[in-house]
């Protein structure tokens, strides 16, 4: 964790998290949508979600009990392309009251025809508009998709593009990445490894590998 960031928890930041469907925590157990519209786009009405049992419910828990005088607002819209969150960034972020934020997008971009070049601007572009604003910022990637998700035929790229982008402009940008695509791309290959460990004399050295390349995936040290 940066400095920067570790200080503002520790003064009490206020966390904005502005994403998709995924950093909304939609699938999760016990989320509900709510009749809170937080951002309009003159079209479509995208409405906030409570999701308690959600990673960032996690995180929220975490935060009351390692920084109580830190708030989170989860403003993820369900459906929202990485565009229409950059044009309706005035409606999610509030420049007095938010200190760090959390950008994680990127999934229904898949579905444009040039997405992951409209990715690639939009997150750069964001990222570029938060750091004139003097806020920190943690860019992260989306978890694996299913192989039937994947499979749609809208999907014109998937979630391994997306991933990529997202940690390029990550790295060119000098922002803080929490690689969630190939975190869990590596556990998964570590656990099947282990499934085969007994039988097969190359599980082992699949394990290694992928051990090896989760060790340099964190984030910082102890993670």
């Known amino acids: 964790m940066r400095i920067e960031i570790r200080q503002l928890l520790q003064r009490g930041a206020h966390i904005n998290i502005?994403?998709?469907?995924?950093?909304?925590?939609?699938?999760?157990?016990?989320?509900?949508k709510t009749d809170k519209v937080?951002?309009?786009?003159?079209?479509?009405?995208?409405?906030?979600?409570?999701a308690p049992n959600s990673w960032w419910g996690s995180f929220e828990t975490y935060l009351k009990d390692k920084f109580p005088g830190c708030t989170l607002?989860?403003?993820?819209?369900?459906?929202a392309s990485s565009g229409q969150l950059r044009n309706g960034i005035e409606q999610l972020f509030?420049?007095?009251?938010?200190?760090?934020?959390?950008?994680?997008?990127?999934?229904?971009?898949?579905?444009?025809?040039?997405?992951m070049q409209e990715l690639r601007d939009n997150l750069s572009w964001m990222i570029r508009f938060f750091r004139e604003k003097g806020k920190e910022m943690v860019?992260?990637?989306?978890?694996?998709?299913?192989?039937?998700?994947?499979?749609?035929?809208?999907?014109?790229?998937?979630?391994?593009?997306?991933?990529n982008i997202i940690i390029d402009v990550a790295e060119?940008?000098?922002?803080?990445l929490a690689d969630n695509y190939n975190s869990l791309l590596y556990s998964r290959r570590m656990l099947d490894a282990l499934e085969r460990i007994k039988n097969d004399p190359q599980a082992h050295t699949e394990f290694e590998k992928n051990l090896d390349l989760q060790q340099k995936n964190i984030t910082e040290i102890d993670e």
């Open 18 to 32: 502005i994403g998709d469907s995924l950093a909304a925590g939609a699938g999760s157990s016990g989320s509900w």
């Open 38 to 50: 937080i951002l309009c786009d003159g079209e479509e009405n995208f409405m906030r979600r409570i």
């Open 73 to 79: 607002e989860n403003n993820g819209c369900g459906g």
């Open 94 to 115: 509030c420049e007095d009251r938010d200190d760090i934020i959390f950008l994680f997008f990127g999934a229904n971009d898949r579905k444009r025809e040039n997405g």
């Open 139 to 163: 860019v992260f990637t989306p978890t694996p998709s299913t192989v039937m998700n994947e499979a749609y035929v809208n999907r014109l790229y998937h979630m391994e593009d997306v991933a």
């Open 172 to 176: 060119k940008e000098g922002v803080l």
